[in-house]
């Protein structure tokens, strides 16, 4: 079989297995707002349908998602056993992915059902391994969750001891984690009001505690490095791999990694399984980036058609890849032609990498593209006053994904300054990126205007990174920058909406 075959059968195989996976979570959703309604039958067949899927896909973690749900439905209708049973197979098979918090959860599943059955002790040790994952993790958030569910079952258990030092725990972890939120303007950004309302309940809980005397459990113990506000963060490398030279006519794949330097074999290994040999890599980077973070990547090929040209890489410390299918249309005439893929952290641009494809008459292997990469280290943003609690949020997550990247945000002082456009002229052509918050109120900014223009005119359009607070179709960018970036400001809005 030639490389053109090759290279068909596997996208077609990838396709399939693409919409199968669409599939499969629109039946798990489906099956969650079944349960959230206490329609139990419903539920529980649409979780069996999109584990039919999983299995069939070979997705792990789709498999353990769809037996958690399957044991939650049987919990709910009393059928303990059967719940134990699909809760065990959802542990089995989360253990074969890298999933930890998922594997936290189905131990909590566990520990409930074990609680229900009236046996305390394998209720605990399930309990514990849960908060014992949920500490390696180092999520602030997700940890103190846990040690709230954790109290809640000791609480039913009559062990008001053990309770209480979980709640106590649950309150110092999720208040030390609510000193980092920035406060925001937004309506929709419901963060710090759903913390402050967990502490309420967690306090409430406390206060319905019988008296320490009442309780004869013995004391918890104290977990070592139990203070989970330190992120993890690591060194992270960028590659693509793709075909050197495609033909007209011909679909192919680009695939953009992120890895650790250490991981460059598992990379060329996981390329090599997908599209066969020939492949070869190099890497680029590295930037920090914390785990747990999303990274959101955007590809585009001059007059080449991305199919679907956004994707994402959850950063777990493990090589991960977005994969693009890019068809190249029956008329382009041969030669090389330029692309970009874009690394963006909670909707801002943290690296870019240009790389070029040649168009010519056949299909060479897939290998490493010549690329060019650019890591962002200092970055300007543009922004209206008014708006600034919201870009202060944005800004916040951002660096917690990327803690390296300096962002310069005390424009206003700048502006107040009597030398202020000669040093604008300094300050934004020095920095790797420019940010351009957009909303009503920077569209009637004479100072924002001041500035993108000098980004433009100092370092060109692809320097200018939009970030959209409202939809582009309310509050259309400048004409100037919407020539070539609409599509940008269109997919700077998604990612933001998503990530509400």
């Given at each position: 079989?030639?490389?053109?075959?090759?290279?068909?059968?596997?996208?077609?195989?990838?396709?399939?297995?693409?919409?199968?996976?669409?599939?499969?979570?629109?039946?798990?959703?489906?099956?969650?707002?079944?349960?959230?309604?206490?329609?139990?039958?419903?539920?529980?067949?649409?979780?069996a349908?999109a584990?039919?899927?999983?299995?069939?896909?070979?997705?792990?973690?789709?498999?353990?998602?769809?037996?958690?749900?399957?044991?939650?439905?049987?919990?709910?209708?009393?059928?303990?056993?059967?719940?134990?049973?699909?809760?065990?197979?959802?542990l089995?098979?989360?253990?074969?992915?890298?999933?930890?918090?998922?594997?936290?959860?189905?131990?909590?599943?566990?520990?409930?059902?074990?609680e229900?059955?009236?046996?305390?002790?394998?209720?605990?040790?399930?309990?514990?391994?849960?908060?014992?994952i949920?500490?390696?993790v180092?999520?602030?958030?997700?940890?103190?969750?846990?040690?709230?569910?954790?109290?809640?079952h000791?609480?039913?258990?009559?062990?008001?001891?053990?309770?209480?030092?979980?709640?106590?725990?649950?309150?110092a972890?999720?208040?030390?984690?609510?000193?980092?939120?920035?406060?925001?303007?937004?309506?929709?950004?419901?963060?710090?009001?759903?913390?402050?309302?967990?502490?309420?309940?967690?306090?409430?809980?406390?206060?319905?505690?019988?008296?320490?005397?009442?309780?004869?459990?013995?004391?918890?113990?104290?977990?070592?490095?139990?203070?989970?506000?330190?992120?993890?963060?690591?060194?992270?490398?960028?590659?693509?791999?793709?075909?050197?030279?495609v033909?007209?006519?011909?679909?192919?794949?680009?695939?953009?990694w992120?890895?650790l330097?250490?991981?460059?074999?598992?990379?060329?290994?996981?390329?090599?399984?997908?599209?066969?040999?020939?492949?070869?890599?190099?890497?680029?980077?590295?930037?920090?980036?914390?785990?747990?973070?999303?990274?959101?990547?955007?590809?585009?090929?001059?007059?080449?058609?991305?199919?679907?040209?956004?994707?994402?890489?959850?950063?777990?410390?493990?090589?991960?890849?977005?994969?693009?299918?890019?068809?190249?249309?029956?008329?382009?005439?041969?030669?090389?032609?330029?692309?970009?893929?874009?690394?963006?952290?909670?909707?801002?641009?943290?690296?870019?990498?240009?790389?070029?494809?040649?168009?010519?008459?056949?299909?060479?292997?897939?290998?490493c593209?010549?690329?060019?990469?650019?890591?962002?280290?200092?970055?300007?943003?543009?922004?209206?006053?008014?708006?600034?609690?919201?870009?202060?949020?944005?800004?916040?997550?951002?660096?917690?994904?990327?803690?390296?990247?300096?962002?310069?945000?005390?424009?206003?002082?700048?502006?107040?300054?009597?030398?202020?456009?000669?040093?604008?002229?300094?300050?934004?052509?020095?920095?790797?990126?420019?940010?351009?918050?957009?909303?009503?109120?920077?569209?009637?900014?004479?100072?924002?205007?001041?500035?993108?223009?000098?980004?433009?005119?100092?370092?060109?359009?692809?320097?200018?990174?939009?970030?959209?607070?409202?939809?582009?179709?309310?509050?259309?960018?400048?004409?100037?920058?919407?020539?070539?970036?609409?599509?940008?400001?269109?997919?700077?809005?998604?990612?933001?909406?998503?990530?509400?």
């Amino acid at each position: 079989m030639g490389w053109l075959q090759r290279i068909k059968a596997a996208l077609s195989e990838w396709r399939k297995r693409r919409q199968l996976d669409r599939e499969a979570r629109r039946l798990h959703k489906e099956g969650y707002e079944f349960y959230m309604r206490f329609s139990m039958r419903e539920a529980f067949h649409r979780y069996a349908q999109a584990l039919e899927i999983a299995y069939e896909i070979a997705n792990p973690e789709l498999v353990a998602k769809s037996f958690g749900g399957m044991s939650e439905v049987c919990r709910v209708e009393g059928q303990t056993e059967r719940a134990l049973e699909y809760a065990g197979k959802a542990l089995e098979a989360v253990q074969r992915t890298k999933n930890r918090r998922l594997e936290a959860l189905i131990h909590v599943s566990l520990a409930t059902v074990y609680e229900k059955q009236g046996r305390s002790e394998q209720a605990s040790d399930h309990m514990e391994r849960a908060l014992a994952i949920a500490r390696a993790v180092r999520d602030p958030m997700f940890e103190g969750n846990l040690l709230f569910i954790a109290g809640n079952h000791y609480a039913e258990l009559g062990r008001s001891r053990e309770a209480r030092q979980y709640y106590q725990r649950a309150v110092a972890i999720l208040t030390s984690a609510s000193r980092g939120l920035v406060p925001t303007a937004s309506i929709l950004d419901t963060t710090e009001e759903r913390l402050r309302e967990t502490l309420a309940q967690i306090e409430s809980r406390i206060n319905d505690l019988p008296d320490l005397s009442e309780s004869a459990a013995a004391p918890v113990k104290q977990a070592p490095g139990s203070d989970a506000t330190l992120a993890v963060s690591d060194r992270v490398h960028f590659s693509i791999t793709s075909p050197r030279m495609v033909s007209a006519g011909a679909p192919f794949v680009v695939d953009v990694w992120a890895h650790l330097e250490e991981q460059r074999e598992t990379v060329l290994r996981r390329a090599q399984e997908a599209t066969g040999p020939g492949v070869a890599i190099r890497s680029k980077g590295p930037v920090k980036v914390a785990r747990g973070t999303v990274l959101s990547v955007r590809l585009k090929v001059d007059t080449l058609i991305v199919e679907d040209p956004t994707d994402t890489i959850l950063w777990d410390g493990e090589a991960g890849n977005a994969t693009f299918l890019v068809m190249v249309p029956q008329n382009v005439p041969e030669g090389p032609r330029s692309g970009l893929a874009t690394i963006h952290v909670n909707g801002l641009r943290i690296a870019k990498i240009d790389f070029v494809i040649q168009v010519g008459k056949s299909v060479e292997p897939v290998g490493c593209l010549e690329a060019r990469e650019e890591r962002h280290r200092k970055a300007f943003a543009s922004y209206a006053s008014a708006d600034l609690y919201q870009v202060l949020a944005r800004i916040q997550g951002i660096q917690k994904g990327a803690p390296d990247l300096e962002v310069f945000l005390d424009v206003i002082s700048l502006r107040s300054g009597q030398d202020w456009a000669q040093e604008l002229w300094k300050v934004i052509p020095a920095s790797d990126v420019f940010y351009l918050f957009w909303s009503a109120n920077a569209k009637g900014s004479t100072w924002v205007e001041k500035e993108w223009r000098c980004a433009y005119d100092t370092r060109g359009l692809e320097f200018i990174d939009p970030v959209p607070l409202v939809s582009p179709r309310e509050v259309p960018p400048p004409s100037e920058l919407a020539s070539k970036h609409f599509n940008d400001w269109v997919l700077g809005f998604m990612t933001r909406a998503d990530g509400k």
